[in-house]
Nanobody, 128 residues
Framework: QSQLVESGGGSVQPGGSLRLSCAAS???????IGWFRQAPGKKREGVAC????????GYADSVRGRFTISRDNAEKVVHLQMVALKPEDTGVYYC??????????????????????WGQGTQVTVSS
């Protein structure tokens, strides 16, 4: 059974850093990965994406230059390095798999991601 598990969330002060991980298991073939987040009372929004082999990445304008997505296919893990965190980065962060391998990878539309692939999420809280 295909599964994604997020980890690495926590509470940090503004300006701090966190590294999220999305560990994959059971997926046949290749897949893009997208990171999304949802803050209380707000719609889910796309944060970043990476193609199956890692050569294509995409970012939301709100995080470009502060977040970096990468993947290690040997370890079947995708990382989201977040620096210069802001209070508005607070939310539950989810990863999901795009089994159709859209090119370029899709940042801001969850419809392109397999609905059964979503992980349980990891909480990120940025507060002083």
């Amino acid at each position: 059974q295909s599964q994604l598990v997020e980890s690495g969330g926590g509470s940090v002060q503004p300006g701090g850093s966190l590294r999220l991980s999305c560990a994959a298991s059971g997926f046949p073939g290749y897949y893009n990965i997208g990171w999304f987040r949802q803050a209380p009372g707000k719609k889910r929004e796309g944060v970043a994406c990476i193609s199956s082999e890692g050569s294509n990445t995409g970012y939301a304008d709100s995080v470009r230059g502060r977040f970096t997505i990468s993947r290690d296919n040997a370890e079947k893990v995708v990382h989201l390095q977040m620096v210069a965190l802001k209070p508005e980065d607070t939310g539950v962060y989810y990863c999901a798999a795009d089994l159709k391998e859209m090119w370029p990878c899709v940042v801001n539309d969850a419809a392109f991601y397999d609905r059964d692939s979503w992980g349980q999420g990891t909480q990120v809280t940025v507060s002083s």
